[in-house]
């Protein structure tokens, strides 16, 4: 590939996330970025210092996530088709009608599969927690803790533009980060282990690096949540009373995280970055709608 679409190609696509992430970081009070997130929770909550640490992630992270993974996605033949035959002046109609049924029907697929972890199996606590919770509202320090929880969350009604520019932030962040530079990494570095030929990859390591990125996501998530927990009840001055078996953790972390990773990078290995990213926004939309269906149907 010549430099010059290169690099075309890396403005467009860096463009796409950092511009929809400065809209949803602009439409948000509270941090939506990791550094940033730790920092508020760690008492930092000076309103420069969050933003600086913010625009620093976004612009830093998806510039070396993007130039990376396209560098390592162009030497084993994949990357974004679609973005790639537009930047050349070539038709690409015939090329999206292939991968818009998939990607729809993926999607849906996986927004199914997200409510499972929300089933009362997999939180046999969930009365216990409420209960906990009333309790610590009612309690005297109730009025102290619910000032320091405002200051974590965003209590501003979610509107539509708010939904849908957080849906479209998170799939273009995420799968150009996890998908167009971590799974290209890995099924580079796999491929120069087999001995595969420049320019190729076999099946076989494609779904070695796909599996791969599954289990950096689901392990990723549960250090997350657990770490970002304790940090919560311990900016609250409280100390966590309702605990998970380990099993639950990982059966809820897995259906969180591994079909998202497995659908959305075997769209990515077979059509395209535009694929992944097309079905792990409509995954988010279905999903919205059907909790909000969900919740509709509990209350009549």
Not at 70 to 86: D, F, M, N, S, Y
Not at 208 to 215: D, E, N, P, T, Y
Not at 255 to 284: D, K, N
């Amino acid at each position: 590939m010549g430099k010059r679409l290169f690099w075309r190609e890396f403005w467009l696509l860096w463009s796409a996330g950092a511009i929809t992430g400065a809209i949803f970081a602009a439409l948000v009070r509270i941090p939506t970025t990791p550094v940033a997130t730790i920092l508020l929770l760690r008492g930092h909550s000076q309103k420069p210092l969050l933003v600086g640490t913010e625009a620093i992630e976004i612009t830093v992270e998806l510039a070396i996530a993007v130039s990376c993974g396209l560098l390592a996605a162009h030497r084993i033949g994949l990357g974004a088709p679609i973005v790639e035959k537009w930047l050349c002046g070539e038709p690409i109609r015939s090329q999206v009608r292939p991968w818009l049924v998939p990607s729809l029907v993926v999607g849906i697929l996986l927004a199914l599969i997200s409510m499972l972890p929300n089933l009362s199996v997999f939180h046999p606590n969930r009365q216990l927690a409420h209960q906990e919770a009333e309790r610590i509202s009612e309690s005297p320090d109730g009025a102290k803790v619910a000032e320091k929880l405002g200051r974590l969350v965003d209590a501003r009604p979610l509107t539509l533009t708010s939904l849908t520019v957080s849906y479209l932030n998170a799939a273009i962040r995420v799968e150009l980060i996890s998908r167009l530079f971590l799974l290209s990494i890995i099924a580079l570095t796999f491929a120069k282990i087999t001995g595969s030929p420049s320019g190729t990859v076999s099946n076989r390591v494609l779904f070695s690096a796909v599996l791969g990125v599954a289990a950096i996501g689901a392990i990723a998530h549960i250090a997350w949540q657990s770490a970002t927990t304790k940090m919560i009840f311990s900016s609250l001055g409280m100390i966590k009373t309702v605990h998970h078996s380990f099993w639950l953790v990982i059966a809820r972390a897995f259906l969180q995280t591994v079909p998202g990773a497995v659908g959305f990078g075997w769209l990515y290995v077979r059509r395209g970055i535009e694929s992944a990213i097309l079905s792990a926004f409509v995954a988010s939309v279905v999903a919205h709608l059907l909790f909000v269906v969900l919740v509709a149907v509990r209350l009549v």
